[in-house]
């Protein structure tokens, strides 16, 4: 059973850059369709950021593209994400989450414990 | 984007009742609706995918249907672990979208 764990630093100060990681364990990435990050700020509902394939393919919300970088280690045992130019309005908890090549319609069905990341001064 | 709205956003309602939540998409998304149940602190989990079919390990008590714009969750008889949060999500169309959420409360 596949299972994803996210981590990175939990403050970060506002115009940085927001760097996560998900690490994949049980599996390689290459056993699952893809991956995504997905976020959920206070108080608030979900919102899909991003996928990355394994063959490193990605594709981003188009609110969020211009200042997002999603991707894939060679090992294809982590994927990363970074967010550059942050503001506190990007206060959130950080999920990634998975489809697996089982599951129809871009539904996921595997998700790490979230992070909690939050831009302040 | 398509837009996804659930009502009630929130619900007050007792062991045994039966309960009906409903997501509604601002354009037609065929049977791409998924359903995912997320309590306080922990991630979401899915607990329905493709309208209607129950993820593996998701209690026989919960039931989706619909097509199109229109979609329901039906939990039979309410348990005591079933208070959480219910959230739809759309995946007719990149970017994937997620309803508001209905907070299912004692």
């Known amino acids: 059973q596949v299972q994803l764990q996210e981590s990175g630093p939990r403050l970060v100060k506002p115009s940085e850059t927001l760097s996560l990681t998900c690490g994949v364990s049980?599996?390689?990435?290459?056993?699952?369709?893809?991956c995504v990050w997905i976020r959920q700020s206070p108080g608030k509902g979900l919102e899909w950021i991003g996928s990355?394939?394994?063959?490193?393919?990605?594709y981003y919300n188009p609110s969020l593209e211009s200042r997002l970088t999603i991707s894939v280690d060679t090992s294809k045992t982590q994927l990363s994400l970074k967010m550059t130019s942050v503001t506190p309005a990007d206060t959130a908890v950080y999920f990634c989450?998975?489809?697996?090549?089982?599951?129809?319609?871009?539904?996921?069905?595997?998700w790490g414990q979230g992070t909690m990341v939050t831009v302040s001064p | 984007d398509i837009q996804m709205t659930q009502s009630p956003s929130s619900l007050s309602a007792s062991v045994g009742d039966r309960v009906t939540i409903t997501c509604r998409a601002s354009?037609?998304?065929?049977?791409?609706l998924h359903w995912y149940q997320q309590k306080p602190g922990r991630a979401p989990k899915l607990l329905i995918h493709?309208?209607?079919n129950l993820h593996g390990g998701a209690p026989s008590r919960f039931s989706g249907s619909g097509s199109g714009t229109d979609f329901t969750l039906t939990i039979s008889s309410l348990q005591p672990e079933d208070f959480a949060t219910y959230s739809c999500?759309?995946?007719?169309?990149?970017?994937?979208?997620f309803g508001p959420g209905t907070k299912v409360e004692i």
């Open positions: 354009q037609t998304i065929s049977n791409y």
């Open positions: 049980g599996s390689s990435i290459s056993s699952l369709y893809y």
């Open positions: 493709s309208a209607s």
């Open positions: 989450a998975s489809r697996s090549v089982t599951m129809p319609h871009d539904s996921f069905d595997v």
């Open positions: 999500q759309q995946s007719y169309s990149t970017p994937f979208t």
């Open positions: 990355v394939y394994p063959s490193g393919d990605t």
